[in-house]
């Protein structure tokens, strides 16, 4: 028997024993918790270890939405990952639609092209690779299906997935209204696409749901004006039932007119001008650009980005949406206003460039050829001795000029240049906005 100052001690130090294990399971119990976004596709959740807790702002309306990612097998894996931690973290009601069926992460990828006419599959030769992975898997992709040619007139024609593509649009219109028939609004995104949920319902609040809306950045091919894609696209619950509605009931036309075309989302625009329904031009709030190629000083079109929200970039990297999903969550902490064009340059692109006002490797996209300037210090002195100037790049031998500041990207054989001071002033001049220019 243990002297009674010995018990004394060790039904203390039990009691604390017990107390340590209820709190470290409390705690373990509390960070196991997911988030509060249940994505449709899912199948398990997410684990968030080792990042901070969730920044998830107030998003009224979210319970209506639909959102829908579209993506290949050749890119899945590389691109859709980072939107589970990001764009997508916050949302509740989401599916992703591929060409192939898998898991990424727990998360379900649906084959959107599953119910096409097996005649369809063995006659088009876009399917040939979808045929290939529906039979071997992964296992049957090979080199040249994950070729990254560059962009032409004609899309990338050389490219499989890409040709494949094109077929998935009316088919993912089908399945987005099968998955949430009574949403109010579905929005369409692609996955290296960056979505600003918060702009994007202070956005649809300006519109009636109940009637047909097909919103988008204008694009045209022949006669057909139709949403671009990748910057994403907006329907609500009308327009895409009526879309969904002509494509059931005369599905072998709509396959006909997709193979005789070449994209997809004009096929989907196409459709819905059938069924009466014309696209709502939203042009810069949605942007085919990326964070490089955005001039948000731009006078050259019919509206200026400074003063409109910007809701999506397209054409981003992993590690960029990445960035621009902990700057907005950072911005909105602080002080929850729509995020603008010129908040977007000023907060996020303006200290990139400022950071480091000349780079080697870079272009920044400067487009004004200065014939008479054979090195870069003579680039500079001819954008310094040019009233409009605010960069410049020395690429390939040659000088170009730009009055109108953009970040650009990596390009070897260039060297890039800003006039910060310049710049600081074009902020100055161009002042806050009061409210935002939603267009409508």
């Given at each position: 028997m243990l002297p009674r100052r010995f018990s004394r001690r060790l039904a203390a130090f039990a009691t604390v024993a017990v107390l340590f294990l209820l709190y470290h399971l409390y705690t373990l119990q509390s960070g196991l918790q997911p988030p509060s976004a249940r994505p449709l596709s899912s199948t398990t959740e997410p684990q968030y270890t080792g990042e901070p807790e969730p920044v998830c702002p107030p998003l009224p309306g979210i319970e209506d939405v639909l959102v829908v990612m579209k993506t290949g097998v050749t890119e899945s894996r590389d691109k859709v990952p980072i939107h589970f931690t990001t764009t997508l973290r916050c949302i509740p009601d989401y599916i992703i639609v591929s060409d192939f069926d898998e898991e990424i992460e727990g998360v379900k990828i649906r084959d959107v092209l599953h119910n096409i006419d097996s005649e369809v599959r063995d006659r088009v030769h876009d399917f040939d690779i979808y045929n290939r992975i529906r039979q071997q898997g992964r296992k049957?992709?090979?080199g040249d299906d994950f070729s990254d040619v560059a962009n032409s007139a004609l899309g990338k024609p050389n490219n499989p997935g890409w040709k494949l593509d094109k077929w998935k649009f009316l088919p993912m219109a089908q399945e987005a209204l099968r998955t949430k028939p009574k949403a109010k609004w579905f929005i369409f995104m692609e996955a290296d696409t960056y979505v600003s949920w918060t702009t994007a319902l202070a956005w649809l609040s300006h519109y009636d749901a109940s009637k047909p809306h097909y919103?988008?950045?204008?694009?045209?091919?022949?006669d057909v004006v139709f949403a671009h894609g990748g910057s994403g696209f907006v329907l609500s619950n009308p327009a895409l039932t009526r879309t969904v509605e002509s494509y059931t009931s005369h599905t072998k036309e709509w396959h006909d007119y997709t193979d005789f075309h070449w994209a997809g989302d004009c096929v989907l625009g196409k459709a819905l001008l059938e069924v009466g329904v014309n696209l709502e031009f939203s042009w810069p709030i949605?942007?085919?650009?990326?964070?490089?190629?955005?001039?948000e000083f731009n006078k050259g079109f019919y509206r200026e980005p400074w003063c409109f929200p910007s809701m999506a970039l397209h054409h981003l990297t992993p590690a960029e949406i990445k960035?621009?999903?902990?700057?907005?969550?950072?911005?909105?902490?602080?002080n929850k206003r729509t995020l603008l064009h010129s908040d977007l340059f000023r907060e996020y692109l303006y200290?990139?460039?400022?950071?480091?006002?000349?780079?080697?490797?870079?272009?920044?996209?400067?487009?004004?050829?200065?014939p008479f300037a054979t090195s870069f210090e003579d680039c500079r002195e001819v954008c310094e001795a040019q009233k409009g100037c605010v960069q410049?790049?020395?690429k390939g031998g040659s000088c170009y000029t730009g009055g109108s500041p953009r970040l650009g990207g990596k390009s070897s054989d260039a060297v890039s240049g800003w006039l910060t001071t310049r710049i600081r002033e074009m902020m100055d001049n161009?002042?806050?906005c009061s409210v935002p220019d939603w267009g409508v």
């Amino acid at each position: 028997m243990l002297p009674r100052r010995f018990s004394r001690r060790l039904a203390a130090f039990a009691t604390v024993a017990v107390l340590f294990l209820l709190y470290h399971l409390y705690t373990l119990q509390s960070g196991l918790q997911p988030p509060s976004a249940r994505p449709l596709s899912s199948t398990t959740e997410p684990q968030y270890t080792g990042e901070p807790e969730p920044v998830c702002p107030p998003l009224p309306g979210i319970e209506d939405v639909l959102v829908v990612m579209k993506t290949g097998v050749t890119e899945s894996r590389d691109k859709v990952p980072i939107h589970f931690t990001t764009t997508l973290r916050c949302i509740p009601d989401y599916i992703i639609v591929s060409d192939f069926d898998e898991e990424i992460e727990g998360v379900k990828i649906r084959d959107v092209l599953h119910n096409i006419d097996s005649e369809v599959r063995d006659r088009v030769h876009d399917f040939d690779i979808y045929n290939r992975i529906r039979q071997q898997g992964r296992k049957g992709l090979g080199g040249d299906d994950f070729s990254d040619v560059a962009n032409s007139a004609l899309g990338k024609p050389n490219n499989p997935g890409w040709k494949l593509d094109k077929w998935k649009f009316l088919p993912m219109a089908q399945e987005a209204l099968r998955t949430k028939p009574k949403a109010k609004w579905f929005i369409f995104m692609e996955a290296d696409t960056y979505v600003s949920w918060t702009t994007a319902l202070a956005w649809l609040s300006h519109y009636d749901a109940s009637k047909p809306h097909y919103l988008g950045t204008e694009t045209q091919i022949a006669d057909v004006v139709f949403a671009h894609g990748g910057s994403g696209f907006v329907l609500s619950n009308p327009a895409l039932t009526r879309t969904v509605e002509s494509y059931t009931s005369h599905t072998k036309e709509w396959h006909d007119y997709t193979d005789f075309h070449w994209a997809g989302d004009c096929v989907l625009g196409k459709a819905l001008l059938e069924v009466g329904v014309n696209l709502e031009f939203s042009w810069p709030i949605l942007q085919n650009s990326n964070l490089g190629e955005l001039s948000e000083f731009n006078k050259g079109f019919y509206r200026e980005p400074w003063c409109f929200p910007s809701m999506a970039l397209h054409h981003l990297t992993p590690a960029e949406i990445k960035s621009l999903w902990e700057f907005e969550s950072k911005r909105w902490r602080k002080n929850k206003r729509t995020l603008l064009h010129s908040d977007l340059f000023r907060e996020y692109l303006y200290p990139e460039i400022a950071t480091q006002p000349t780079r080697l490797d870079w272009d920044n996209n400067a487009e004004d050829d200065q014939p008479f300037a054979t090195s870069f210090e003579d680039c500079r002195e001819v954008c310094e001795a040019q009233k409009g100037c605010v960069q410049f790049v020395f690429k390939g031998g040659s000088c170009y000029t730009g009055g109108s500041p953009r970040l650009g990207g990596k390009s070897s054989d260039a060297v890039s240049g800003w006039l910060t001071t310049r710049i600081r002033e074009m902020m100055d001049n161009k002042g806050l906005c009061s409210v935002p220019d939603w267009g409508v």
